[in-house]
């Protein structure tokens, strides 16, 4: 799993690494946030073929997902592309697939991020219906509030396989297993510029805070860095075996 990609730079380091760690890990399938993807801030279809073409399988979304509105017709096409599954109900697309034997599925929070239906109960609601869904249950949570995405890990440990935070584009340290065989991570990180805040022109973006005035950003500059989370699970049970956090930089231009 692959964090929020950002713009070009996002891209571009996605498309540097993937496709090796793909090959070292013997990696079965992977998944990237896309919801930033395109000049920072939604996805387009030339922008999501690009992730495809790089090695990504699925590509997840967020609150951004409607941004670049060229991407709506698509997201009920055969694009492996999601949009958060509690979103509310006859809003175009699917907040789930079933891809290489694997379950992926894309919630949004409610916690200082948007009022959208509640990702317990809509996620409750699509392990009921399936009866012979895989065993291999990968969530990506997109979502602002720690405490909302370690309540969502623990109340699915042990019916879902991970629970993969995305959003804050900022990197968390404690990747681990919770006691009933869910893997967990609070925050993948981000695929995007390191000379940033959280991918994003840093002088742009500290004169918003002083000033308080609405302004559109610019991506930031820099190596670019390229976070994600690698997680074995045991393909009987559907339990995590581990969970290991991988960084990368470009080098040096």
């Given at each position: 799993?692959?964090?929020?990609?950002?713009?070009?730079?996002?891209?571009?380091?996605?498309?540097?690494f993937l496709p090796g760690l793909r090959s070292e890990y013997g990696v079965n399938l992977t998944i990237a946030n896309g919801e930033n993807v395109a000049g920072g801030?939604?996805?387009?279809?030339?922008?999501?073929?690009?992730?495809?073409?790089?090695?990504?399988?699925?590509?997840?979304?967020?609150?951004?997902?409607?941004?670049?509105?060229?991407?709506?017709?698509?997201?009920?096409?055969?694009?492996?592309?999601?949009?958060?599954?509690?979103f509310p109900p006859g809003v175009p697309g699917r907040g789930s697939l079933v891809m290489n034997n694997v379950m992926v599925v894309n919630l949004i929070g409610r916690?200082?991020?948007?009022?959208?239906?509640?990702?317990?109960?809509?996620?409750?609601?699509?392990?009921?219906?399936?009866?012979?869904?895989?065993?291999?249950?990968?969530?990506?949570?997109?979502?602002?509030?720690?405490?909302?995405?370690?309540?969502?890990?623990?109340?699915?440990?042990?019916?879902?396989?991970?629970?993969?935070?995305?959003?804050?584009?900022?990197?968390?340290?404690?990747?681990?297993?919770?006691?009933?065989?869910?893997?967990?991570?609070?925050?993948?990180?981000?695929?995007?510029?390191?000379?940033?805040?959280?991918?994003?022109?840093?002088?742009?973006?500290?004169?918003?805070?002083?000033?308080?005035?609405?302004?559109?950003?610019?991506?930031?500059?820099?190596?670019?860095?390229?976070?994600?989370?690698?997680?074995?699970?045991?393909?009987?049970?559907?339990?995590?075996?581990?969970?290991?956090?991988?960084?990368?930089?470009?080098?040096?231009?």
């Amino acid at each position: 799993m692959i964090g929020d990609v950002i713009g070009k730079p996002g891209r571009k380091v996605v498309q540097e690494f993937l496709p090796g760690l793909r090959s070292e890990y013997g990696v079965n399938l992977t998944i990237a946030n896309g919801e930033n993807v395109a000049g920072g801030i939604g996805v387009t279809l030339d922008t999501a073929q690009e992730l495809l073409d790089a090695g990504v399988d699925v590509i997840t979304t967020g609150n951004h997902v409607w941004a670049k509105r060229e991407i709506i017709p698509h997201l009920d096409s055969e694009l492996p592309l999601l949009r958060p599954l509690n979103f509310p109900p006859g809003v175009p697309g699917r907040g789930s697939l079933v891809m290489n034997n694997v379950m992926v599925v894309n919630l949004i929070g409610r916690v200082f991020i948007g009022n959208y239906d509640c990702p317990f109960r809509a996620m409750d609601s699509l392990l009921a219906e399936r009866e012979k869904r895989p065993k291999v249950i990968i969530v990506d949570l997109h979502a602002e509030a720690t405490s909302e995405k370690v309540a969502l890990g623990r109340y699915f440990d042990g019916r879902v396989s991970a629970v993969l935070g995305t959003h804050t584009h900022v990197g968390t340290v404690d990747t681990h297993i919770l006691p009933k065989g869910t893997a967990y991570v609070t925050d993948v990180g981000m695929a995007g510029p390191s000379d940033s805040i959280i991918g994003d022109d840093a002088g742009e973006v500290i004169h918003s805070f002083l000033t308080r005035m609405p302004h559109r950003f610019s991506i930031g500059k820099g190596r670019a860095v390229f976070d994600a989370v690698m997680v074995e699970v045991d393909e009987v049970t559907g339990l995590a075996l581990n969970i290991e956090r991988i960084r990368r930089q470009e080098a040096d231009r």
